[in-house]
């Protein structure tokens, strides 16, 4: 190794000038570099960290220490005459992170991450991960400790929660402790897999004698699969009091108190990966990671066809109203408002007419109520319906408001004749008739005081094929609707009697059981503004027959084949929903059922 004084078993290299530093930097694997300042000298209590990652990894090939004397080292111009040790991280001759401080935790989880890595990596386990080269800068912004890794994509893991844990119940908790420890959760689905899913995804234990069991297990009923980011390191602590004694990074050792008294725990980062972190939590039983960037790209495509596009943007939903003057003149009108919002890429979430009280006039329109019009806009918001409508669009705050353009129509004629607010001006009243949130949590206010969720009952009855619950799961999500809860029972009579409450005394009643009674009926506890009466919409008439005829998009039309395989089924009121979900579901939901 470049640096190393001859027949000397020492532990760093000792780099003084740029051409032992170029030299260093041809090292293959990993190098920690102590970047010290001639006057104070190199970290003396990093070294016994450094000493135990030597004699515990025994990766001398690809595990190199060196000290790097700043004042001489043009590279190292920026750490001049700062006393903060730093620690750099060059992996194969790439500066890829930085540590500022003698945080031995930080520098240790660093360095079993990258010595990891770097193992997997030579024997095709995994692919090498797209490092940048960090700027060698000495920024005062950065924490104390905190970890430079610039990874160029975010590094995602497919988690699956198996269908023993869903049945259990322990979904909540593993979600809980996952994002605790700082991991994003990015997408969910629940699902039964395909035969196809699961023997794609278990390849790798494919071999094992008890792997068609397995299969046949895990087909049996729903797991979660979830798209798990790293998160933000900045945030992301552990708590140290859920870990086991002695497996700290840094470890109980002696050596270490002079430094480990150093960190808090804002300056602890995520030191585990997830499959090492669920170990550590005894969950990983219960959950199977895979964080092969290859395979998790495909399972991505597999599970979550959209996931990439929806990443690609800026995805942000916002409130949107028209007032009541331009409403009524634009309904029915060539090119309206809503086909203008359409043409701009938004995606129309909910919409719903409102004539809006006075106070909440007054509180709507609060940003006017020292202008002489105030007393006439109120007048006028109040004087009919207005459209209120929720907006999903890429960039959709920003991109609204620049639709609707200055909120004085004097202003808008002037400087933004196209905008929306000149094109659907009133002459009685001098402001923008189109209103827009102008920020996302204002937004997220209005959305939540204009569309509050309900949850609603939803069954989907045993004779609909595996394949066919999810394309209705599908079309569940595509009308905007939240799966708050899902499982798969056998009905027993008396849960058939509390869902089927109005029907017990009719004739067909006993058909209606034999059917329920066929098979495992999927429940699902369904969020949305207006649950109860929009899944009734989605599900279409009783009678499939019918279905296809007055709604044809309806859920009954494509997959019911008689008035008793209609396919599927929901609460009838807001109160009945909140009955059955409290009886199906136990409390579970019960935070939400207020809202009903
Ligand atoms: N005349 C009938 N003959 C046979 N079965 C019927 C008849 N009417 C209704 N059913 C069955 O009973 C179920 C409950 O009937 P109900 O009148 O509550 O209809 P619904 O509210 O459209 O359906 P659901 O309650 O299942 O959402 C229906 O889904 C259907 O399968």
């Given at each position: 190794m470049a640096g190393k004084k001859r027949g000397e078993a020492q532990l760093q290299a000792i780099i003084t000038n740029q051409s032992l530093w170029d030299e260093m930097m041809l090292n293959k694997g990993l190098t920690v570099i102590d970047v010290y300042q001639a006057w104070c000298g190199p970290c003396k209590a990093m070294q016994t960290l450094f000493r135990k990652l030597k004699n515990e990894l025994n990766e001398d090939e690809i595990l190199h220490f060196a000290v790097a004397e700043a004042d001489n080292i043009v590279t190292l111009q920026p750490f001049r005459d700062k006393c903060e040790p730093v620690f750099l991280f060059s992996l194969n001759g790439k500066i890829i992170s930085k540590v500022k401080g003698a945080n031995a935790p930080l520098v240790n989880e660093k360095v079993m991450q990258l010595i990891n890595e770097e193992k997997k990596i030579a024997v095709g386990e995994m692919n090498r991960p797209q490092y940048h080269e960090i700027m060698l800068a000495d920024s005062d912004t950065e924490d104390a400790g905190e970890v430079q890794d610039e990874s160029a994509e975010e590094q995602y893991n497919i988690a699956i929660i198996k269908p023993d844990a869903v049945l259990s119940g322990k979904v909540h908790e593993i979600k809980e402790k996952i994002t605790k420890a700082g991991f994003v959760i990015e997408a969910e689905d629940k699902r039964r897999l395909t035969e196809d899913?699961?023997?794609?995804?278990?390849?790798?234990?494919?071999?094992?004698?008890?792997?068609?069991?397995?299969?046949?297990?895990?087909?049996?009923?729903?797991?979660?699969?979830?798209?798990?980011?790293?998160?933000?390191?900045?945030?992301?602590?552990?708590?140290?009091?859920?870990?086991?004694?002695?497996?700290?990074?840094?470890?109980?050792?002696?050596?270490?108190?002079?430094?480990?008294?150093?960190?808090?725990?804002?300056?602890?980062?995520?030191?585990?990966?997830?499959?090492?972190?669920?170990?550590?939590?005894?969950?990983?039983?219960?959950?199977?990671?895979?964080?092969?960037?290859?395979?998790?790209?495909?399972?991505?495509?597999?599970?979550?066809?959209?996931?990439?596009?929806?990443?690609?943007?800026?995805?942000?939903?916002?409130?949107?109203?028209?007032?009541?003057?331009?409403?009524?003149?634009?309904?029915?009108?060539?090119?309206?408002?809503?086909?203008?919002?359409?043409?701009?890429?938004?995606?129309?979430?909910?919409?719903?007419?409102?004539?809006?009280?006075?106070?909440?006039?007054?509180?709507?329109?609060?940003?006017?109520?020292?202008?002489?019009?105030?007393?006439?806009?109120?007048?006028?918001?109040?004087?009919?319906?207005?459209?209120?409508?929720?907006?999903?669009?890429?960039?959709?705050?920003?991109?609204?408001?620049?639709?609707?353009?200055?909120?004085?129509?004097?202003?808008?004629?002037?400087?933004?004749?196209?905008?929306?607010?000149?094109?659907?001006?009133?002459?009685?009243?001098?402001?923008?008739?189109?209103?827009?949130?102008?920020?996302?949590?204002?937004?997220?206010?209005?959305?939540?005081?204009?569309?509050?969720?309900?949850s609603t009952l939803a069954l989907i009855k045993p004779h609909v094929s595996y394949e066919n619950r999810d394309d209705i799961l599908k079309i569940i999500k595509e009308a905007g609707f939240e799966v708050k809860h899902m499982k798969e029972i056998l009905l027993t009579k008396e849960l058939a009697d509390c869902i089927y409450l109005n029907i017990r005394n009719k004739d067909f009643y006993k058909d209606v059981l034999q059917i329920l009674f066929e098979g495992p009926c999927l429940l699902l506890v369904l969020a949305k503004w207006n649950a109860v009466s929009e899944w009734r919409r989605l599900m279409g008439p009783t009678d499939p027959e019918e279905a296809r005829l007055l709604s044809p998009d309806s859920i009954r039309a494509h997959f019911g084949t008689s008035i008793l395989h209609n396919a599927v089924h929901g609460a009838s009121s807001a109160i009945s929903a909140e009955e059955t979900i409290r009886k199906l579901f136990g409390e579970l939901d019960s935070e939400n059922l207020e809202e009903n």
């Open positions: 899913n699961i023997r794609n995804f278990y390849s790798r234990i494919a071999d094992q004698p008890d792997f068609e069991d397995f299969v046949s297990f895990m087909k049996t009923a729903i797991s979660y699969i979830l798209v798990v980011s790293q998160g933000n390191k900045k945030l992301a602590h552990f708590e140290e009091s859920e870990s086991e004694p002695g497996t700290q990074p840094g470890g109980p050792s002696e050596d270490h108190h002079e430094v480990k008294d150093k960190v808090t725990s804002k300056e602890v980062t995520k030191r585990d990966s997830l499959p090492e972190y669920l170990e550590r939590q005894h969950i990983s039983q219960f959950c199977d990671v895979e964080d092969n960037a290859i395979n998790v790209d495909k399972f991505i495509d597999t599970f979550f066809p959209d996931f990439k596009k929806m990443k690609s943007m800026k995805l942000e939903k916002i409130l949107a109203l028209i007032r009541p003057s331009l409403f009524k003149e634009n309904k029915g009108k060539k090119e309206s408002v809503l086909e203008i919002i359409e043409k701009e890429g938004f995606k129309i979430l909910m919409q719903r007419q409102i004539v809006l009280s006075k106070e909440e006039a007054q509180t709507f329109c609060k940003d006017y109520e020292k202008e002489d019009y105030f007393e006439n806009l109120i007048e006028n918001m109040t004087s009919g319906p207005s459209l209120v409508l929720v907006l999903l669009g890429d960039n959709g705050l920003k991109h609204w408001k620049e639709l609707l353009g200055p909120k004085s129509v004097e202003e808008a004629r002037e400087y933004a004749p196209e905008s929306l607010c000149a094109q659907f001006a009133r002459e009685n009243l001098p402001i923008n008739q189109l209103y827009g949130s102008d920020s996302l949590e204002t937004a997220e206010k209005e959305i939540q005081y204009f569309f509050p969720p309900q």
